[in-house]
């Protein structure tokens, strides 16, 4: 008969049993999910032990006394009358009533320990264990994968599988791969860590070194590797065979071995993928392209510019170049501004502020400053460098006369002259500044003394126009102030009759006339004709020249009028507006000039080919342009194809067109493997290996093969014709009697 | 006379005949003794009788009518509800089942008249029933393709299209062109009932002989049939080029680089002053020439001269192309300008007609505009189209003796690759110049007269050859040639070709000369062969000459009336002496 206290003991290993197959449980379910996600043995476990830690902390099992065992089962058990603890003590030390109670407690317990559950929750526990085991069975089965997926076909992860390449029987059971396993070393500039990995598909950036190691369970006779343009004897060592290349191309593999009965056995094909290097990318934020100062503004630019690369960014800077002067004489200075933020070397991604002070670079009014920002990236041996896009900044120059003939004109045509209406605006509105200062006649003579100028001006135009010319700008008479403001009142007769010539104010009315257009209707043949008799068409300028002109000569006409009223307030606009058309008329006198280099005059039809010919000699050129078919191989497989598909007769020519065809197939599937590769991986077969080829097979790689091959160039070709007796009679007859 | 009247034993009529006038003569000397009266009536009596003994042994055959029997000839796919319809009308009415190629003219002398219900008899067949007047039943038309017309023998990079009619008896059957590979190039689906046409086109990538495919799916996608598309592709013959002009221009400049850029072997002469040329060799020798010799034009296929220097050749230049053109088919194309289209026909080969529209859309090309000289082609007498916009003649040739001459309304057509349709382009100076192109002649030119090839039935080509005697040899031995008899050029043969798949004739003096074809097995295109078959028993019987009335045959003479003819003379010479005597 056992003691009360190992009927305790007992339920107490029996709790902590439950507890334990509870924490495995919980810690279970979650590690089985995590396994089925990653397919990673050792996450699983990571996640086992970490859950069972957590439920372990969570569960305390240590707290597990006897006392409290005892206290569960006075409350489950009713019977005890809650004496349970009376067996933990020893019964020496009891009352005999306690005893008593010891004796009878310890006989319900041996009746009835066995109904009570301890207080452990196995249902839910397995609830969450079958709801892990759920979710990781559709994740299994949906195929969802927490790892990272490559671009390239799952199947390259798959143990290498070989298959013979000769149909004769196997007379041994051929070596199987125990190991395979290829190490990618991306160039040391990357700082990246060599991965391992047994899919044989390969994504990898351009130089990187590539290793790979098979092992066998019994070694072939010679284990080849080959690639697009050879094979390759795989070295032997104690731990299988070595192959090591470096990256330079895509292409395609495969491996191949020679078995110990010299029978040769052959992968599939798989891909090996380049990438390149990546130039780095500049954004700059906050920058406007075009950055305009005033003189005075305070002229510093402030920008950041974000910089990223692939595998980091070994320098940057800013490259600015300062232009000051115009046309010829323009100057250039280059300089090279480091970033204020200190470059951190190999970053993939950098933050970098800079501010340019322009004073700093002895900038002045009007010159120009152009920007830009250049990274360099840690490639090896030639890095990649990029350049953002330029940025300009200008200080204005207000004092340069932005109306001024451009410099990189063939011709500057301008007269002097047409330069001082600007000067009379210059000195009127000087004149309307004073004139609270000067007496007024003083104020008085200058306006009129202005006016004189407006109308010296004048006549100089009139001489471009074709006026008659004056000997010098000569102005007979000078009348008073005075005799003008009385002139000034009569409305009805010309104001200004007596200041002028009168071959003046007729010509003023010829302009008028001009200026409403029915003058243009009078001779009909007038654009077309290039009068040099007529004073009138004798000009500098072309037609549509002139009618401008004699607009900018009225307006100079009222600009003078007013100027003699001393009313220079009035003059202005008049004065503007003629400086607005002597304006256009320099610009349309510059598209005069370009246009002059475009368009020469026809040489007229009786001068054409009459000129000295002693150098023209007669020339010769001789040009083979080859039309080199890359697809020539491709070409004459699809046609073998299809007598291979009627008459199976393999020949060992067709060895070499099929190894050549799947050389060029290979080019356009480096492209787009999908499309080709299976084809390619048949084409391969079949240069290899000799054996009766199903018409199936051959078909599917015709497919294959017709689908790659482009749709041809249209071209002109000779017909055939049979040409008969009768056909020749026929022909001749119709002649005869066309 | 033999048409009315024959003997079966007509071989013996000599000995048979002398034996009876010595048996006649010896009769008349034996009995020379009896009086006069009853000697004549004794000569008669045996006269008869030796007579009928002669026709006992010669049997002889008169050319008799009808005796209203009809006969049906029951040929593949026959309705049974036709057959029934016709026993109920005909009550003697004989049915005979139709056997390929097997003789049946025994039969069918007991019959007076003839139906035939089914797909009818084959073409080889026809003569077994020329003297039967036949009725073909139409039996309507068989389920699939009833028609189809395609090249058969093209070259790479051409156009090629598979054209036929269809007929569905379900909705939804769709028809697809399958490459040799088996991928499917081009589909229709067939969407009406009944009879509808369809149209199929793929571009022709590779040289060699190819077996495409053309499958008739239903509305589930289920393959129907599969029938084979024999398709012979030939790769395409560089040309020998030579190009005049009086300046460059864009077009020309296009037109160079394309025709250069093909592998053509190509001079092109560009005037650069008076005497002075600038002279660019493609893929070919260098050789300077000044005037347009015969030598140099004899090694030409194609001459390419623009108007204005077409214009201001000598008198002896244009005779000298004029010569090549004729004897030796030099193709001439004339790249115009605007004043061309204004010359007289006798200048320019050709008369225009002014038109207002600067833009037209050809007929290959109906979405594209390309520009044109506001003229175009009036159709005269042997004026062949190569460019068609509707029913107006874009580019056309004329012939001059052996050689073409040609020329476009077409201006400007380099704007078509600044536009982005290079390929239109490149097809239609391709067209152009194939079309004007020198043609090349083959010693032999073969041409197949069936279309549908099948094992172990006749098989007839034509071939066209200058040989004197040509000899051709097929996979079963040299085949015997007939010669046409007007035309000594023509020559036709026969051969029945046994292997399944593709079967080539050769030529006993040239051995690159062949002519190739598939042969097929007799299960392929059934609707169409039975079509076809039907299509010619209606033609061939619609038209029969022979009406039932005027059916004759030759029928022998029953024996027996010369027999008892014989017996009744020889009983009274025999009998006649003894009752005399008595």
Known sequence: ?738 | MTNTFSFVHIDFIWPVGIGALLLFALFLWKEWSLPRKLYYLHALIALITIIALVLLLLRPMILEGHDGTQGVLLTEDYGKEQLDSLKKRYKRLKQIPYVENVPMSGILDSISSLFIVGNGVRTFDFWQLDGVPTTYLDAGEPEGVLQLNYERETRVGDDWTVRGSYKANQEKRKLILADPGGNPIDSVLIDTLGRSDFELSNDLKVSGRYLYHLLEKDSSGVTIANEPLPVLVKSKKELRLLMIQGFPTFDSKYLKNFLAEGGNELIVRNQLSRGKYKFEYFNTERRSFYALSQELLETMDVLLIDANSLANLSESSIRTIEKVMKHDGLGVLVLPDDDFFRLPIRASNFEFLRETTSKVTLDEWPDLSLEKYPFTFENAIGLQTIHRSNDRIVSAYSRMGRGRIGTTVVGNSYQLVLNGNKEAYQQFWAQMITAIAKRNEPILDWEPMEKLIYDNEPFSFVVRTSEDNPQVFGANGRIALRQHLDIKERYTGTTYPRAIGWNTISSANDSLSTLNFYVMDNSQWESLRAFGTRMQNKRHFSDAKVSANDKKVLRQIHPIWFFLVGIAGMGYLWLAPKLIKN
């Not at chain 1, 043949?525 to 040099?532: F, G, K």
């Not at chain 1, 072309?542 to 307006?555: F, V």
Request: glycine content about 4%.
């Open chain 1, 1 to 738: 008969m056992s003691s009360g206290k190992q009927l305790l003991l007992r339920f107490k290993k029996r709790w902590s049993i439950m507890q334990a197959i509870v924490i495995v449980l919980y810690a279970l379910g979650p590690a089985m999910l995590i396994y089925f996600l990653t397919k990673d043995i050792i996450w699983a476990v990571f996640t086992f032990m970490g859950v069972g830690l957590l439920a372990l902390l969570f569960r305390k099992p240590w707290q597990l006394t006897l006392e409290k065992v005892g206290q569960y089962l006075d409350h489950e058990l009713e019977t005890t009358e809650y004496s349970t603890g009376l067996l933990l003590v020893s019964s020496g030390e009891l009352s005999s009533l306690a005893r008593l109670q010891q004796h009878k407690v310890r006989k319900v317990l041996e009746r009835s320990i066995h109904k009570v559950r301890p207080n452990v929750h196995m249902k839910s526990a397995f609830i969450v264990l079958g709801a892990c085991g759920l979710l990781s069975l559709l994740a299994n089965q949906y195929g969802t994968s927490l790892r990272s997926t490559d671009s390239v076909p799952a199947q390259g992860d798959r143990q290498i599988l070989f298959t013979p390449l000769d149909s004769s029987e196997l007379k041994y059971t051929p070596p199987n791969i125990v190991f395979q396993e290829l190490v990618i070393q991306y160039p040391a500039y990357t700082n990246s860590a060599p991965v391992t990995t047994s899919n044989m598909n390969i994504k990898a950036l351009e130089g990187s070194k590539l290793k790979w190691r098979l092992r066998f369970d019994t070694p072939p006779n010679q284990v080849f590797f080959e690639d697009n343009e050879a094979a390759y004897s795989m070295s032997r060592n104690s731990n299988g065979y070595e192959h090591r290349m470096q990256l330079t191309a895509s292409g395609f593999y495969n491996f191949k071995f020679e078995a110990k009965d010299s029978t040769s056995h052959q992968s599939e094909l798989y891909a090996l993928e380049l990438f390149e290097d990546e130039a780095p990318v500049i954004e700059i934020q906050k920058l406007k392209q075009f950055t305009t100062f005033e003189f005075d503004d305070d002229k510093t630019i402030e920008f950041e510019a974000v910089l990223t690369d692939d595998f980091g960014i070994t320098d940057a800077y800013v490259v600015a170049t300062v232009s000051r002067g115009e046309g010829e004489s323009v100057k250039f200075r280059e300089e090279r501004l480091p970033f204020e933020t200190r470059l951190r070397q190999g970053e993939n991604t950098l933050q970098l502020s800079k501010k340019i002070d322009l004073d700093n670079l002895g900038m002045v009014p009007g010159d120009e400053l152009y920007f830009y920002i250049s990274a360099v990236d840690t490639k090896e041996p030639r890095p990649n460098t990029s350049r953002s896009e330029t940025y300009f900044a200008v200080i204005r120059d207000t004092l340069t006369n932005q109306f001024a003939v451009e410099g990189t004109m063939g011709a500057d045509l301008m007269p002097d002259y047409f330069r001082s209406q600007r000067q009379l605006i210059i000195d009127t509105e000087k004149l309307i500044a004073d004139k609270n200062r000067l007496p007024k006649n003083d104020f008085n003579s200058t306006s009129n003394e202005l006016g004189f100028d407006q109308k010296a001006l004048r006549l100089k135009y009139g001489e471009f126009m074709g006026d008659e010319a004056e000997s010098g700008i000569t102005v007979a008479e000078e009348v008073t102030v005075e005799e003008a403001q009385d002139e000034d009142v009569d409305e009805d007769e010309d104001p200004l009759s007596k200041y002028t010539h009168d071959h003046d104010g007729s010509n003023e009315h010829h302009l008028l006339d001009h200026e409403d257009g029915e003058h243009e209707d009078e001779d009909p043949l007038e654009s077309y004709l290039h009068n040099h008799d007529d004073p009138e068409e004798s000009t500098l300028f072309t037609q549509s020249l002139k009618s401008k002109l004699r607009q900018a000569m009225t307006e100079m006409w009222d600009a003078e009028l007013y100027l003699r009223l001393y009313t220079p307030e009035k003059s202005l606009p008049y004065q503007y507006r003629a400086l607005k058309l002597i304006q256009e008329i320099k610009n349309s006198a510059r598209i005069y000039v370009h246009r002059i280099g475009f368009d020469p005059p026809p040489i007229k039809e009786d001068k054409r080919l009459t000129g000295e010919l002693d150098e023209i000699v007669s020339f010769q050129k001789k040009e083979n342009i080859s039309v080199y078919d890359d697809l020539n191989f491709l070409r004459k497989a699809a046609e073998r194809l299809e007598q291979l598909i009627e008459r199976n007769d393999y020949q060992e020519s067709d060895r070499i067109l099929f190894k050549e065809s799947g050389n060029e197939l290979a080019q356009l599937a480096i492209e787009e493997p999908g499309k080709y590769l299976e084809t390619l991986q048949k084409l391969k077969w079949l240069s290899d290996r000799e054996r009766h080829w199903s018409e199936k097979e051959l078909r599917q790689i015709l497919r294959g093969v017709l689908a790659a091959i482009p749709k041809p160039i249209a071209k002109p070709t000779k017909q055939g014709e049979a040409i008969s007796d009768l056909n020749e009679l026929v022909l001749q007859e119709l002649e005869t009697n066309d």
